[in-house]
């Protein structure tokens, strides 16, 4: 199980669109349309905000959207928000009752 | 309230054992299948494995780096899942969260502890 690779950071104006890409393999991300993002702010624990690659959950407003091409799974965050400075970490099942993370993005507001 | 508690964290030596709980509130315990997530200091999260519900006769699975140290179990009676961790290493050392998913979101952690830290030094 290798993690799953996102780049270390991102950022985007309030109002813009950022998107954070999510790569792994044809074993997991590209297997499966089981991908989850998952938002965490300094201190607190990680809060579901997309699951089976673009759905959303109850309350997750509707500028937070997700996709996938082949190997590779996209989070797109749009209007963005002081609020949305935040790490996102991305995750796949892999197969055989197992689960991998991606290494994390830190996203800016500037 | 839908909620999730985990407790159980603390200083161990390398080497040692600790088992952590992870109690259950507000929704069915038995419906959701548990998972438990580390996070070491500064660092992203990891997944440590899950333990899947009654109707998918408690299969558990683990990140492969830590099949045979550590053990997830669960008891229906108590809604409360455990993590028992043997043979700790100093790199265990983390904040420990448990989450749980449905079959509505199987791989959807939409619920999540606070946390429990563990500490592993000599």
């Known amino acids: 199980q290798s993690a799953l690779t996102q780049p270390p950071s991102a950022s985007g104006s309030p109002g813009q669109s950022v998107t954070i890409s999510c790569t792994g393999t044809s074993s997991d991300v590209g297997a499966y349309n089981y991908v989850s993002w998952y938002q965490q702010h300094p201190g607190k624990a990680p809060k579901l905000m997309i699951y089976?690659?673009?759905k959303r959950p109850s309350g997750v407003p509707d500028r937070f959207s997700g996709s996938k091409s082949g190997n590779t799974a996209s989070l797109t965050v749009s209007g963005l928000q002081a609020e949305d400075e935040a790490d996102y970490y991305c995750t796949s099942y892999a197969g055989n009752n197992n689960l991998v993370f991606g290494g994390g993005t830190k996203l800016t507001v500037l | 309230e839908m909620q999730l508690v985990e407790s159980g964290g603390g200083l161990v030596q390398p080497g040692g054992s600790l088992k952590l709980s992870c109690a259950a509130s507000g929704f069915t315990f038995s419906d959701s299948v548990i998972y438990w997530v580390r996070q070491a200091s500064g660092k992203g999260l990891e997944w440590v494995g899950r333990i899947r519900n009654k109707a998918n006769n408690y299969a558990p699975g683990y990140a492969d780096s830590l099949k045979g140290r550590f053990t997830i179990s669960r008891d229906e009676s108590k809604n409360t899942a455990y993590l028992q961790m043997n043979s700790l290493k100093t790199e265990d050392s983390a904040i420990y969260y448990c989450?749980?998913?449905?079959?509505?979101?199987?791989?959807?952690?939409?619920?999540w502890g606070q946390g429990t830290t563990v500490t592993v030094s000599s």
């Open positions: 989450s749980r998913s449905t079959e509505v979101m199987p791989f959807g952690m939409d619920v």
């Open positions: 089976d690659l673009s």
